[in-house]
Every structure is written in C-alpha cells, then in structure tokens.
C-alpha cells in the first residue's frame, strides 16, 4: 500500500496535504472529507441519500495516525472516521478533476 511521506492540515486553506513518494501533492478540502466521512454513521446516512448537514463551514482540527491511514477530528466534533490511504488518495484525485 503507497504511504504519504507527509500528512499535514492547510488550516488557511482548509485542506488536507499528502505529500506522495513519487513527489505528487494531493489537497482535499476539509469539507469534502467531512462529508465523505467513511465511519459507519455517515456511511448510512449517504446510503440513505441524504447529503450530511452543513458541512461547508467545518474545518479539521486533528489528524491522528493509525498506521493505515488517519483518524480525522473535525470542528463540528465529529471524529470517527477512520481514513485509510487509499480512500485519501482517491479523493485526492477526484477533487484535481
Ligand atoms: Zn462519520
């Protein structure tokens, strides 16, 4: 599995960084991971074809290590999700679109 040499939070551009061993830099922004929170709840929620609640104004507060990814925290409290790197750099990759 491809591991980010670098994870770190744009808090002035409210983007996630990795920073890839081939030298390629992904940002995504705080609100695109909050709404594609991949713990349970959120999951369920997105099945249920409801768009999660006013995510536009939230913003990351933490980024915790877990190894196979990061456990993300965000300022609307929310800290469940659990985001492996494979999940990060796909969205890395739909938000250059
Ligand atoms: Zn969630």
């Not at 349970?40 to 933490?62: K, M, P, Q």
């Amino acid at each position: 599995m491809k591991t980010p040499l670098e994870v770190r939070n744009d808090a002035a551009t409210r983007a996630l960084m990795l920073c890839w061993p081939a030298g390629e830099t992904q940002r995504v922004d705080h609100a695109r991971l909050r709404a594609a929170c991949p713990c349970a709840a959120c999951r369920r929620v997105r099945l249920d074809g409801a768009a999660s609640e006013a995510v536009a104004d939230v913003t990351l507060i933490a980024i915790e290590p877990m190894g196979y990814g990061v456990q993300l925290a965000f300022s609307d409290g929310h800290a469940r999700g659990i985001y492996p790197w494979p999940y990060l750099e796909q969205l890395g990759r739909d938000e250059a679109r």
